[in-house]
């Protein structure tokens, strides 16, 4: 089946620097998306993309749909502590039957 | 607008009793739905997932089971529980044919 491969697995960073994260796949992906989950929350959608090259931001976010349709990345600038918790990075490659391939996330841990 | 609801918040269970976990879906109509299981607060492994009243498809053998009666509901059950079967449960749903999938705020079941 189809695997993602995320990294890094974990992240200390200090509050203020910049952040980013990545996916990897061997097989190539119609939709990339990147959830953010608070400790004892669901994950919740931060970014969503559709098309091969997209760069979107939401806020201090910034999210790329690579040209191979085989990875993305996401930034994250100017950290705060709020940031922390773990994402997850997900792809999906399309059809009626709807199944999202999820990486092993990332955690992230902001020092004040 | 969209709600997802999922019930209990917490349970502690002993071994050998039943289990069962409630989702719902509000504001819309034939959702793809989906139970997750995470452990150790990482990775989402997704155990079950339904297209249909009445379809579902099992992603792992194990010792649990998933039912739909309704068309925006989905029960995640047990007749016997193990100390395994401990953890994260999320429901998850989404439009069929994409859009990312939105996560109910989870249970985190505790066998003991």
């Known amino acids: 089946g189809q695997q993602l491969n995320q990294s890094p697995q974990s992240m200390f960073i200090q509050e203020g620097e910049d952040v980013s994260m990545n996916c990897t796949s061997s097989?190539?992906?119609?939709?990339w998306l990147w959830y953010k989950q608070d400790p004892g929350e669901g994950p919740v959608l931060l970014i969503a993309?559709?098309?091969?090259?997209e760069l979107t931001s939401n806020g201090r976010l910034t999210a790329q749909f690579g040209i191979t349709r085989k990875d993305s990345f996401l930034n994250i600038s100017a950290s705060i502590p709020s940031d922390v918790g773990i994402y997850f990075c997900?792809?999906?490659?399309?059809?009626?039957?709807?199944?999202?391939?999820f990486g092993k996330g990332t955690l992230l841990t902001v020092n004040p | 607008s969209q709600t997802i609801h999922q019930w209990p918040a917490t349970l502690v269970q002993p071994v050998g009793s039943p289990l069962s976990l409630e989702c719902t879906v509000e504001?819309?109509?034939?959702?793809?739905l989906y139970w997750y299981r995470q452990a150790a607060g990482r990775g989402l492994q997704l155990l079950f997932y339904?297209?249909?009243?009445?379809?579902i498809s099992s992603e792992v053998p194990q010792n649990l089971s998933a039912s739909r009666p309704q068309d925006r509901q989905f029960i995640l059950s047990s007749k016997k529980l193990l100390l395994s079967d401990s953890g994260f449960y999320l429901c998850?749903?989404?439009?069929?044919?994409?859009?990312?999938?939105?996560f109910g705020s989870g249970t985190r079941l505790t066998v003991v």
């Open positions: 097989s190539i992906f119609n939709t």
């Open positions: 339904s297209v249909g009243i009445g379809q």
């Open positions: 997900a792809g999906a490659g399309g059809g009626s039957n709807y199944k999202l391939t």
């Open positions: 993309l559709y098309k091969a090259g």
């Open positions: 998850a749903w989404s439009v069929v044919g994409g859009g990312g999938y939105t």
């Open positions: 504001g819309t109509s034939n959702p793809n």
